[in-house]
């Protein structure tokens, strides 16, 4: 029954209408006609009632001459819109203009609140009772009536006698029957308004998640989206951002799948296609050439050692990608155990041309890490900067303490990176725009170097200037490492 958007809105905007307005106009006119024409018409009553009595005070002869009480009703009842009686100071009815008590004059009045007027008050009473008028003889109806009784006083300061009031207001709700059709028809306007309001919104409504629907469903099939219509509730517009954010998201993912395809198709099919070579070399006779073989089979072997490095690399992206990396904190001398670790990368650097220095001081603090992992970010730092520093330029690593932490530097004069893809190269298989003419790689080095250093607690800074080189700063926090070497000493 609920289930449409519609129907939603449109019940969501008819149902306060229905409810509220119906009850505040309720509300309305029974304070209007209880505290506003009721209170009113009696103040009015009240009035009229004491200019009455200050004029029977004038007229003494009226409570001994009934034919003075008379001509004093009639002179004055065509001036005021109520019933007038005449009462003494015993509460005996004198006179009235009231055709059904004229029976009742000479005979005392059962009157509620007589005494309060004698006492020299004014008594005011509003009620619904039955009445008998004249102009109406031939029914009986039930009506709200005004009572006022007012006190006349003499010359001795007494009451001597009362001016009693009485008019039929008539039903108050036919009074208002023009408001409660005023009412009827701003409550009808009311729910056509909102009905055509909720009608709007829901439909607008409708048509923006039906784009965001639609945007999903190209996702889902795998069709690139269209540009982001312009405008529309804030909500909405965030949930088109969030999905264009992720179609963004998956497109990178799926293109860093091909570039995954394509970097292991090169990677294994270079090192496969040399081992096959030798294979069959060997097996056409080379084997036979001692120093042939040799070659031969040390070939192999550096191949078969790039297979494993690439295996190593995919199994480190995995574990980071499942959460296994593990590492195995030793206590090693920092300073030699970096001497050590370079001396590989610095004759591999000579190799190609370049430049070789190190900056590492000889009292640089014991250190708690994993050497290995800890080795293979540095490795891949330095692999980075052997590859892409043309020959003749130099690479220079350093390292010291500061507020605390370790650092190790690897500073090279190469090719260097454009300041908007600083953030991109530590992305799996994202290679540089400058990469692209120089040596192949999967495009994972940087990516495991970043997470390794995470791994230990620690930060990888880089800062590059296109064809200037690229300086790569590893920052480990000194004092966790200082709290793990007693534990590991013992």
């Given at each position: 029954?609920?289930?449409?958007?519609?129907?939603?809105?449109?019940?969501?905007?008819?149902?306060?209408?229905?409810?509220?307005?119906?009850?505040?106009?309720?509300?309305?006119?029974?304070?209007?006609?209880?505290?506003?024409?009721?209170?009113?018409?009696?103040?009015?009553?009240?009035?009229?009632?004491?200019?009455?009595?200050?004029?029977?005070?004038?007229?003494?002869?009226?409570?001994?001459?009934?034919?003075?009480?008379?001509?004093?009703?009639?002179?004055?009842?065509?001036?005021?819109?109520?019933?007038?009686?005449?009462?003494?100071?015993?509460?005996?009815?004198?006179?009235?203009?009231?055709?059904?008590?004229?029976?009742?004059?000479?005979?005392?009045?059962?009157?509620?609140?007589?005494?309060?007027?004698?006492?020299?008050?004014?008594?005011?009473?509003?009620?619904?009772?039955?009445?008998?008028?004249?102009?109406?003889?031939?029914?009986?109806?039930?009506?709200?009536?005004?009572?006022?009784?007012?006190?006349?006083?003499?010359?001795?300061?007494?009451?001597?006698?009362?001016?009693?009031?009485?008019?039929?207001?008539?039903?108050?709700?036919?009074?208002?029957?023009?408001?409660?059709?005023?009412?009827?028809?701003?409550?009808?306007?009311?729910?056509?308004?909102?009905?055509?309001?909720?009608?709007?919104?829901?439909?607008?409504?409708?048509?923006?998640?039906?784009?965001?629907?639609?945007?999903?469903?190209?996702?889902?099939?795998?069709?690139?989206?269209?540009?982001?219509?312009?405008?529309?509730?804030?909500?909405?517009?965030?949930?088109?951002?969030?999905?264009?954010?992720?179609?963004?998201?998956?497109?990178?993912?799926?293109?860093?799948?091909?570039?995954?395809?394509?970097?292991?198709?090169?990677?294994?099919?270079?090192?496969?296609?040399?081992?096959?070579?030798?294979?069959?070399?060997?097996?056409?006779?080379?084997?036979?050439?001692?120093?042939?073989?040799?070659?031969?089979?040390?070939?192999?072997?550096?191949?078969?050692?790039?297979?494993?490095?690439?295996?190593?690399d995919l199994a480190h992206l995995y574990d980071q990608a499942v959460g296994k990396a593990e590492l195995n904190y030793q206590q090693i001398p920092l300073a030699e155990?970096?001497?050590?670790?370079?001396?590989?990368?610095?004759?591999?650097?000579?190799?190609?041309?370049?430049?070789?220095?190190?900056?590492?001081?000889?009292?640089?603090?014991?250190?708690?890490?994993?050497?290995?992992?800890?080795?293979?970010?540095?490795?891949?730092?330095?692999?980075?900067?052997?590859?892409?520093?043309?020959?003749?330029?130099?690479?220079?690593?350093?390292?010291?303490?500061?507020?605390?932490?370790?650092?190790?530097?690897?500073?090279?004069?190469?090719?260097?990176?454009?300041?908007?893809?600083?953030?991109?190269?530590?992305?799996?298989?994202?290679?540089?725009q400058r990469t692209h003419h120089l040596p192949r790689g999967m495009g994972l080095g940087l990516t495991i170097a970043r997470d390794l250093v995470t791994a230990h607690?620690?930060?990888?800074?880089?800062?590059?200037?296109?064809?200037?080189?690229?300086?790569?700063?590893?920052?480990?926090?000194?004092?966790?490492?200082?709290?793990?070497i007693p534990h590991l000493s013992a």
């Amino acid at each position: 029954m609920m289930r449409s958007l519609y129907t939603r809105l449109i019940v969501s905007h008819v149902l306060p209408v229905m409810v509220v307005v119906p009850i505040m106009a309720a509300v309305l006119v029974y304070v209007l006609e209880t505290q506003v024409v009721l209170t009113s018409i009696a103040d009015e009553l009240s009035m009229q009632a004491e200019l009455l009595a200050h004029l029977a005070a004038s007229q003494p002869d009226i409570w001994n001459d009934q034919a003075e009480a008379n001509a004093f009703v009639t002179r004055f009842g065509s001036l005021v819109q109520a019933r007038i009686a005449i009462l003494d100071a015993n509460g005996y009815l004198i006179v009235s203009n009231a055709t059904d008590e004229q029976a009742q004059v000479g005979s005392a009045q059962d009157i509620i609140g007589l005494a309060q007027v004698l006492d020299g008050g004014i008594y005011t009473r509003i009620s619904t009772e039955s009445y008998l008028y004249a102009e109406y003889v031939h029914y009986q109806e039930s009506a709200e009536v005004a009572e006022v009784m007012a006190p006349v006083w003499g010359a001795n300061q007494r009451v001597v006698g009362i001016i009693r009031l009485t008019s039929q207001i008539g039903h108050v709700h036919e009074r208002f029957k023009g408001l409660r059709l005023l009412i009827v028809g701003t409550l009808l306007i009311a729910l056509v308004l909102s009905v055509s309001l909720g009608w709007v919104l829901a439909r607008d409504l409708a048509r923006q998640l039906h784009q965001a629907t639609q945007m999903v469903e190209l996702l889902t099939s795998g069709v690139r989206l269209p540009a982001l219509p312009k405008g529309g509730l804030h909500e909405i517009r965030r949930l088109l951002l969030s999905v264009d954010a992720l179609s963004a998201r998956l497109n990178a993912v799926e293109e860093a799948r091909r570039q995954l395809l394509a970097n292991l198709v090169h990677e294994l099919g270079r090192p496969l296609g040399a081992l096959r070579s030798a294979i069959q070399a060997l097996r056409g006779g080379a084997h036979k050439d001692p120093v042939l073989g040799q070659e031969l089979l040390l070939g192999m072997d550096e191949e078969i050692g790039r297979l494993e490095r690439l295996l190593d690399d995919l199994a480190h992206l995995y574990d980071q990608a499942v959460g296994k990396a593990e590492l195995n904190y030793q206590q090693i001398p920092l300073a030699e155990w970096l001497v050590n670790l370079l001396v590989p990368w610095r004759e591999a650097a000579q190799a190609r041309g370049l430049r070789w220095q190190t900056e590492i001081p000889q009292e640089l603090p014991m250190f708690v890490a994993d050497p290995d992992r800890l080795a293979q970010a540095l490795g891949n730092l330095l692999s980075n900067a052997t590859k892409y520093t043309p020959s003749g330029g130099s690479i220079t690593v350093s390292a010291g303490t500061d507020n605390g932490k370790v650092w190790i530097e690897v500073r090279d004069t190469g090719i260097g990176i454009d300041p908007d893809e600083l953030e991109a190269i530590f992305e799996p298989f994202y290679r540089g725009q400058r990469t692209h003419h120089l040596p192949r790689g999967m495009g994972l080095g940087l990516t495991i170097a970043r997470d390794l250093v995470t791994a230990h607690g620690g930060t990888l800074e880089v800062h590059s200037t296109p064809g200037h080189g690229s300086r790569f700063v590893i920052r480990l926090p000194l004092q966790k490492s200082q709290q793990l070497i007693p534990h590991l000493s013992a």
